[in-house]
């Protein structure tokens, strides 16, 4: 019902940048909120960042603050997180998710869709 693509992974120094894109297409209209997760090898999936369509709110992961930055661009259907001062540990493949509502954004397991992941990989 509701596709998601990310795109913009790569190889990085520390320190440096990268913008990832998460392109939605669909059904779009059953989905208010986009998620950014990221799983690291041998680590769980943990929430990065959240933002919702109508009501513009959005949400930073505790370790990211300050660092990454979450928007939208609503005539294309694209979110966007923009990850600056990069770090060896935040080397993982990053998803893209969504639901339907704000309440819960933390929880991966209320997510209903989910794209392929794009790998991020920093080097020291």
């Known amino acids: 019902q509701v596709q998601l693509v990310e795109s913009g992974g790569g190889l990085v120094q520390a320190g440096g940048s990268l913008r990832l894109s998460c392109v939605a297409s669909g059904r779009t209209a059953s989905t208010d909120v986009t998620g950014w997760f990221r799983q690291a090898p041998g680590k769980e999936r943990v929430f990065v960042a959240a933002i919702s369509w109508s009501g513009g709110y959005f949400g930073l992961g505790d370790s990211v603050k300050g660092r990454f930055t979450i928007s939208r661009d609503n005539v294309k259907n694209t979110v966007f997180l923009q990850m600056n001062s990069l770090q060896p540990e935040d080397t993982a493949v990053y998803y893209c998710?969504?639901?339907?509502?704000?309440?819960?954004?933390?929880?991966?397991?209320?997510?209903?869709?989910w794209g392929q992941g794009t790998q991020v990989t920093v080097s020291s």
């Open positions: 998710a969504a639901r339907s509502h704000w309440s819960g954004i933390f929880r991966v397991s209320e997510y209903a869709y």
